[in-house]
Structures are given as C-alpha cells and as structure tokens.
C-alpha cells in the first residue's frame, strides 16, 4: 500500500532544476575550467621523456581542493536563495502553500534540488578529472575520491547552513546577511572582548582556552581553511602517498550539517506564509535580532567613536551607550519596516542601562579580575611564556612546577599588581620587569596575565622582595637552560644570525673618517649568516660557555652589554623555525674565540678584508 505522505515531489525537483539553471551551470563551468580543462593543459605541456604524469595529475587535484572552500562559501547560499526563493514573495509562497503537497514533502524537494545544484557538478567534474588523467596514464582515482570527500562535506555543510539561516529570513537579502554574519560572528565578538579587555582590565593576556577553541569551530571558514586539504608526499621508494588532512573536522561539520537541515526542517514546517518580506519570518527571533543589533553597534561603534574621538574611557563609554541606544531603534525600524519606532523607547533604555552597568563592572573591577593572585598550593605549574627585565636584555619563556619558582613568581606577580593604580611605570632607579604567565591550577582551571612594571633593585638580599624573587629565577640552573633552550637547538639546527650592535662608530663617520670595507658591510647589513660547520660551532661554543657560566647568567641591577647577538634559528619537528636569541657578553671567551677564527674565513670569502672593527 502507498504512503497517504509524500516526502518528494519530482515535478517540483524538476521544475526547480531547471529554473535555476544558471546557480548550477555557473558552478559546473568554473570546475570545468578549474580542474579537467587545467588538468588537460598542463598535462600536454609536460615532455613525455620526463614528465611524471601520475604525480602532476594528483598535485593539480590537491591544489585545487584549496579551492573548494571558497567556491563552497559562494556557492551555497546563492543556491538556497535559488530553491527557496519563494518564501520571500507573498505570492509565490501563497502558490506553494496551495499546492496539494505536504510541507514536509515541499521542504525535501527544495532542499535536495538545492544539494543538486553544488554535489552533481562535483560528480561531473571528479569523473572528467579521472578520464583525463587516464588518457596520459595516470591514476589518481585516490586522489580525486578525496577531492570529492571534501567537495560533498564543505558543500553540504555551508549550503545546510545557508537554507538553516533562509529559514529566519522573511526576505531574500537578509538570508546573505545573515549567513555571512553568523559566519563571523563568533571569531569577530571574542576579538572585539578581547580588545574590550585589554584596554580596561589591567594585566589582560587573553583568554583561556576554551573560548578561543569554541570560537575556532564556530567559525567554519577559518576552522576548515587550516585544517581540511590534500596532502602529497614522496617517500624514498618515490611513490607518492596521498593523505588526506581533516578528516575528522569534515565529519563534525557534516555531523553539524544535519542538524542544521532537521532544525530548517522544523522551522519550516511552522513558518507563517504571511511573513513573507519580514526581514525575520520567526516571531520568537525578533527580540533577539533586535537586541544583537543593539549590542554589536553598541560594541563595535562604541570602539571606531573613541579611536577617532580618542580613546579614552570616558568618550568610549558615552559613544558605546550612544550606539547601543541608535542600534537599538535602527533594528525596532528594520522590524517594522517603519521610521515612526521612537514611541517604542523601554528596550533603547533597558540596553543603554545594560552597557552602563557593563562599564562598571569593568571599571571598577567588580569582579576582582585584576586584584586576583592564585596562592601557591593552588597553583600545579606556570608557564612563563615571555620575562624581561631592565637587566637581561629580553628573554624567552620556561615552564615550572617547582613550588619555589611558582612563589617566586607569585611575588613578582603581587609586586605588578600593587602598581596597577600606576601602570607600572618606572621612575628613579627602579627597574622595568615585562611579564607573561599562564598558570595552571590544580581545579583544572587557567590564569593568564601579562604585566609590564617596575621594581627596586636595591633590597635584592631582602627575602620576599620583588627583586629577590627575580633573582633566584635568574640563578635557578635549570630555568636558565630552559629559558635558552640550546638542547632543542642542538637538535635541529638551520643556521645563525650573527649581529655586532657596535660594527662602526657614527661619531667617526661624520666627522668624515674613511669608509672601510667593514664599516660598508656592517652598515648596509647589519648582520652575518652563518650555516653548516660554522653553525654547529658557534652554538657549541655558546653552550660551553654557559655550562661554564661565563654567559647567560643575569643579576638584578647589573646591566649587560649589548654589543654582540647571536640569533641561533632551528626547526621544530612540523618544519617551523625558532629562534633562540643570546647576548654575548665580553666574558664568553669560548664564543669570541669562535667569532674571531670564523668572522675573517667568512668576510674574505664575501670579498672584505680585515675583521679587526668587527670584533672590538
């Protein structure tokens, strides 16, 4: 027995196809000539005495999966205007509610005519793709069924999040708009709290890491560019393997891609047909249209006002009031599709009362944010991604779960805090200390703060003191090793950069003194590179003479020359270079003794003579 329930209407498929023709032939000619047709060329123009068809083909498949996600982000939405189109038309939405098909029935038709339009020229083009790799001998079926994975996940992810944001929608543009914002949203609110933040909360440094993680998947351009592609290598037995990067976030975004398409389902099958050209179509959504516009253009109008008008706190407040306020009338206009919305003025004032009350709480700290020092039995390790001072001319960072360390950090941190009224600017003899710290707490929890402030260097024998924390930090062994990091680059070593602050003497040379090769060289480069041997041998002398102390040690109050550095620069183990930067002082006789056997070998080979003003 038939169903009495339709759930397809393939008159409807049809029809739709073949209306919007142009959504899905524009989309099949730009991967035509993308893909097959490119393929076709370059193919033809390799000399077949050394040509490797096979790995051609399957780079220009893999370079091409780059370009999925832009044609994905374009493409769906234009379609989910295209088949639900008539939504936004009173007419036609009057015409389709007559029709004797169920909404349910309605819905798939559209929808599936809609997926159509982006996953049947993908087929098209992966099977031409195919034929023309096959005519030149190469198999790349591997390659391309990845190219397709990737094509169906993007595409039905963005085109079920396009119809999902139609289905708010009472008129065709404010779908694009949508869409386009919800996109964004969530990376563009916390990179506008996080600069709220730290304008107005002293010693911000950002955020833990779950909402930059939760922002990351909320944004899924950004989430699939980095992480979704195509990856190609060739082992020693130089037969390529393909792989395929992302696997896992396609599967989550198709995952979310159902959701989205049983949630427009739902939101479907209870649309009023009268709300056809509302700019929102769902009653309930109204307010929170409303108030997210207020907000936003209290947030983002409040901060361009006060960078024009200056940024102080004052006018960036009153223009954020002010905006939120405007925001909150030009949404209600939007709404009614009226100007006349003034006599509607309790929700403008609820908001603008909301960012006054916003602004207190962070200006006047009533959260205790920047008065907040964890005690050390709370704390499990630190991270101390950058600590400079007046005295050691920059530094990396170290990690510890010394219970010392993490006290002596603590001081340095309550020392930063008791200058928050100040900023931590230095005056007299004090010293400046920059500080980043991340701490791990034994809840499971986060700290972070970043501090530039001042200290005292004379009571560095006082036990608790700032400076007396700060120097057993910089005599603790294995905190200096750490902050270096010479094992790591002993291990991956590319080259050194070798920089003399004091090559040639400016007093010298306007007084007209000659300008000799070395000065020429100093002054146009500023730096020498070395590689190889001569690498290896600067970064075994530099590390000889740390482990004998003659450099890297720092003291509180005693300020270091800067006339020598030397960049050492290795790679990780994903490829990416480091540096690891190191002050030579004048007591590293094994680095200087390197410098001077390695600089003249070097500047002679450059075409320069005499080494003598580089090396005093």
């Keep these: 027995m038939r169903s009495g329930t339709s759930?397809?209407?393939g008159t409807v498929f049809k029809k739709t196809v073949a209306r919007y023709w142009p959504v899905w032939a524009a989309y099949l000619v730009v991967w035509l000539v993308c893909l097959p047709l490119n393929?076709?060329?370059?193919?033809?123009?390799?000399?077949?005495?050394?040509?490797?068809?096979a790995y051609t083909a399957e780079n220009i498949l893999a370079s091409s999966a780059e370009a999925l996600l832009p044609a994905a982000v374009v493409f769906a939405p234009l379609a989910a205007m295209a088949v639900f189109s008539h939504l936004y038309n009173s007419r036609s939405a009057n015409f389709f509610g007559a029709l004797p098909v169920r909404r349910e029935g309605l819905f798939l038709t559209h929808y599936l005519a809609g997926l159509a339009f982006l996953l049947v020229p993908d087929l098209i083009v992966g099977a031409l793709t195919l034929l023309v790799g096959a005519a030149f001998g190469a198999n790349c079926l591997t390659t391309a069924l990845y190219w397709l994975l990737i094509a169906f996940g993007e595409g039905f992810f963005f085109y079920?999040?396009?119809v999902f944001c139609g289905m708010f929608a009472g008129h065709i543009l404010a779908l694009p708009a949508f869409y386009a914002i919800f996109n964004a949203l969530a990376a563009a609110l916390i990179m506008m709290f996080e600069f709220i933040w730290s304008q107005f909360y002293y010693g911000y440094y950002r955020f833990g890491d779950i909402l930059p993680q939760a922002a990351d998947w909320l944004t899924p351009t950004y989430r699939?560019?980095?992480?979704?592609?195509?990856e190609?290598?060739?082992p020693p037995s130089k037969v390529s393997e393909v792989a395929l990067q992302g696997g896992g976030t396609l599967a989550v975004y198709a995952g979310a891609a159902l959701v989205l398409t049983a949630a427009a389902f739902l939101l479907y099958r209870r649309r009023r047909l009268e709300t056809a050209g509302d700019v929102v179509a769902v009653a309930p959504m109204k307010p929170v249209f409303k108030y997210s516009v207020s907000f936003c253009a209290g947030l983002f109008f409040g901060w361009v006002t006060a960078l024009v008008l200056g940024e102080s706190t004052e006018v960036w407040i009153a223009a954020s009031v002010v905006w939120a306020v405007a925001g909150c009338f030009i949404a209600q206009m939007i709404l009614d599709k009226s100007f006349k919305v003034f006599k509607k003025w309790k929700g403008p004032a609820v908001m603008g009362l909301v960012f006054c009350a916003l602004f207190a709480v962070v200006c006047f700290d009533l959260t205790g944010y920047e008065t907040r020092v964890p005690e050390?039995?709370?704390?499990?390790?630190?991270?101390v991604t950058y600590l400079s001072s007046s005295w050691d001319n920059g530094s990396s960072g170290f990690e510890t779960s010394d219970p010392a360390r993490i006290g002596d950090l603590i001081i340095l941190h309550k020392a930063a805090v008791d200058q928050r009224d100040r900023g931590g600017v230095p005056g007299g003899t004090h010293g400046s200390v920059n500080l980043t710290l991340v701490y791990r707490l034994k809840s499971g929890g986060t700290l972070s703060r970043d501090y530039s402030f001042a200290i005292e260097p004379g009571p560095v024998d006082q036990e608790g003191s700032p400076a007396w924390a700060l120097e057993r930090i910089y005599s603790d062994p294995a905190l200096i090793a750490a902050r270096f990091g010479f094992d790591q680059a002993a291990e991956a070593l590319h080259h050194v950069n070798y920089v003399d602050h004091d090559w040639y003497d400016n007093e010298k040379l306007e007084e007209g003194a000659e300008l000799t090769p070395e000065y020429k060289y100093g002054q146009t480069y500023g730096s020498m590179t070395f590689t190889g041997t001569d690498a290896r041998a600067l970064l075994e002398a530099a590390k000889a003479d740390f482990a004998a102390g003659r450099l890297g040690q720092f003291h509180v109050g005693q300020h270091q020359e800067t006339r020598r550095t030397l960049d050492f620069t290795y790679r990780d183990e994903e490829g990416f270079l480091h540096d690891m930067e190191v002050t030579v002082p004048d007591t590293a006789a094994e680095t200087l003794a390197a410098l001077e056997r390695i600089i003249p070998a070097f500047l002679e080979?450059?075409?320069f003579t005499g080494t003598e003003q580089v090396l005093e």
């Excluded at 077949?48 to 068809?53: I, L, M, N, T, V």
């Excluded at 699939?224 to 195509?230: L, Q």
């Design 160 to 162: 079920s999040f396009a």
């Design 7 to 9: 759930f397809f209407n």
């Design 224 to 230: 699939i560019a980095y992480n979704v592609d195509i």
């Design 605 to 607: 080979h450059e075409g």
């Design 232 to 234: 190609i290598t060739i």
């Design 376 to 383: 050390a039995a709370d704390v499990d390790s630190v991270i």
């Design 39 to 53: 393929m076709l060329m370059q193919l033809q123009g390799l000399d077949p005495q050394f040509a490797h068809y």
